[in-house]
């Protein structure tokens, strides 16, 4: 069993992780517009064309969960498709402020671009290529050609609200400033709540608490809807992020940095160790193996003087 020091040194360097990356900010109580809750609907599983969604996957599980991890009174919530079709997959964050016109007045930067190639995760070039393979002929499917009588129905890429993806071709790459971003369809406009700031309904006074004169404070809400089809997880965050100008990541103590600096010193010397203990098992290894061919050569030489 590994004793309690070589689990807490493990499990520091994955704290750090979470720690101090993308997503570890601490959203300031003093903000006018607070940031109440983020819910996305993610496909997982044999979803079809969930290459779409590595960015909107990896943003789940990275700075998703180190915002979460920072700020505990967040709510966030995460639905997971993992079949059917023309589902509507966004990303939704909710803000709530005593103050109408902070509401209003947050900043709505542009939605990202696509990217413009998929990667497909895959172990090695066949699979790859394999996968590129049945993605073009997904495409192609729904797109018939128009000349020969058939109805052209929408491409997958424009199903999902994005331009087609470029693969490997002839075809020069478009240059990034040429693409348009990513826009909100109509099925995510007719799911996904509406940009609008309305106000939040007030819980009911109990008989038990002690009343006052003056009326409760109003609280207003608006809720702000991403498209996540092609989206890099950098994109969401910056999308996020960019509207009441939170920092890119906190501002670490100097007793982190010094607790970092020391793990990185000890992992640094514990692979030197590996090393040599590697080699010294080896050279162990290899002792034991002459001396049983000695002894090998010894008693077939005793065998032939007998």
């Known amino acids: 069993m590994v004793n309690a020091a070589k689990r807490m040194r493990a499990l520091h360097d994955k704290l750090h992780y979470v720690r101090n990356h993308a997503g570890s900010v601490v959203y300031p109580e003093t903000s006018q517009a607070q940031l109440k809750s983020i819910y996305m609907r993610v496909p997982t599983g044999t979803y079809p064309n969930k290459e779409y969604y590595w960015g909107a996957r990896d943003f789940w599980h990275k700075e998703l969960r180190r915002l979460k991890y920072w700020n505990p009174a967040l709510r966030t919530e995460v639905e997971t498709i993992r079949n059917g079709e023309d589902e509507p997959m966004y990303l939704t964050v909710d803000y709530e402020s005593a103050d109408r016109e902070a509401l209003s007045q947050l900043k709505a930067y542009p939605l990202p671009k696509p990217q413009l190639k998929i990667k497909p995760r895959a ?5 790859r ?3 590129e393979q049945k993605l073009r002929q997904q495409i192609a499917e729904s797109n018939p050609d128009p000349r020969k009588g058939q109805i ?3 491409s997958i890429a424009a199903q999902l609200g994005i331009q087609k993806l470029a693969f490997a071709s002839d075809k020069p790459t478009p240059s990034p ?4 971003p990513v826009t909100l369809t109509p099925e995510i406009l007719s799911h996904a709540p509406k940009d609008e700031i309305t106000v939040k309904a007030q819980p009911a006074a109990e008989a038990s608490s002690p009343q006052t004169t003056s009326p409760p404070q109003t609280t207003y809400s608006r809720s702000l809807t991403l498209p996540l089809a092609g989206v890099r997880h950098h994109e969401i965050w910056n999308w996020i992020r960019q509207h009441t100008g939170l920092p890119d990541h906190r501002l670490r103590s100097h007793d982190e940095k010094i607790a970092y600096l020391q793990l990185v010193d000890h992992k640094h010397r514990a692979a030197k160790d590996r090393q040599l203990v590697k080699a010294g098992v080896e050279a162990m290894k290899r002792e034991e193996a002459e001396l049983k061919k000695a002894r090998e050569a010894a008693d077939r030489m005793a065998a032939e003087a007998a």
């Open 123 to 127: 172990n090695n070039k066949k699979e």
């Open 177 to 180: 400033k040429l693409l348009k």
């Open 129 to 131: 290529e394999e996968q």
């Open 152 to 154: 052209q129905p929408k």
